[in-house]
């Protein structure tokens, strides 16, 4: 089983930035994808980004596309969203997973605890 635990997130003024840290531990998933998923209150689940774990390859959602940055240390098993120029509607609980497959995380797949982005206007 592989282990997530989520850090960085708070309270930011619109326009500001944050660096969110996921590390992993455990039984990894080598060459798989992980990637960040968002849940703002009263809405759906929603994929943010996602990084192959030995490519490096990165993807993005449209709505955070040029303002966020998915990025991977292999030597310390951690995965980071930096986001910048971040948005009031960017307000939302950003969970760390994986496998990410189509943009979606398997039964069999890992969620880290969450944590808080609150944006201010």
């Known amino acids: 089983q592989v282990h997530l635990v989520e850090s960085g997130g708070g309270l930011v003024q619109a326009g500001g930035s944050l660096r969110l840290s996921c590390a992993a531990s455990?039984?990894?998933?080598?060459?798989?994808?992980m990637g960040w998923f968002r849940q703002a209150l009263g809405k759906e689940r929603e994929f943010v980004a996602a990084?192959?774990?030995?490519?490096?390859?990165?993807y993005y959602a449209d709505s955070v596309k040029g303002r966020f940055t998915i990025s991977r240390d292999n030597a310390k098993s951690t995965v980071y969203l930096q986001m910048n120029s971040l948005k009031p509607e960017d307000t939302a609980i950003y969970y760390c997973?994986?496998?990410?497959?189509?943009?979606?995380?398997?039964?069999?797949?890992?969620w880290g605890q969450g944590t808080q982005v609150t944006v201010s206007s």
């Open positions: 997973a994986g496998p990410v497959v189509a943009n979606k995380v398997p039964d069999f797949g890992s």
């Open positions: 455990g039984r990894t998933w080598p060459s798989y994808v």
């Open positions: 990084i192959n774990w030995s490519a490096g390859s990165t």
